[in-house]
Nanobody, 122 residues
Framework: HVQLVESGGGSAQSGGSLRLSCKYSGNAGSTNSVGWFRQAPGKEREGVAA???????TYANSVKGRFTISKDNAKNTLYLQMSSLKPEDAAMYYC?????????????????WGQGTQVTVS
């Protein structure tokens, strides 16, 4: 089993930055491939960024060049650095672990989820 706890959400102005954190614990094997997702009201949960066990990263086209996913194994923490924020980036952001296989930006391919952290952009 894996536990995930997000933090770092809040309000930012358009063009601003925020850094999200996700503290993970539990089965180390399940946290090798991890990802960040977001869900805005009335919309489906969408993949934002993912990081594979070998450090390879995948980004949604909408955030490429603006968001960076990183992982500090010593601190058991996953990060999402968000820059040049846009109003359309506003959503609840979730970290995920326990990848089943398949697309790393598909929510149904992850088993474990955090409770989410809210990001608003004005």
């Amino acid at each position: 089993h894996v536990q995930l706890v997000e933090s770092g959400g809040g309000s930012a102005q358009s063009g601003g930055s925020l850094r999200l954190s996700c503290k993970y614990s539990g089965n180390a094997g399940s946290t090798n491939s991890v990802g960040w997702f977001r869900q805005a009201p009335g919309k489906e949960r969408e993949g934002v960024a993912a990081r594979d066990f070998d450090g390879r990263t995948t980004y949604a086209n909408s955030v490429k060049g603006r968001f960076t996913i990183s992982k500090d194994n010593a601190k058991n923490t996953l990060y999402l650095q968000m820059s040049s924020l846009k109003p359309e980036d506003a959503a609840m952001y979730y970290c995920a672990a326990g990848w089943y296989g398949g697309s790393r930006l598909q929510a149904s391919n992850f088993r474990y989820w955090g409770q989410g952290t809210q990001v608003t952009v004005s």
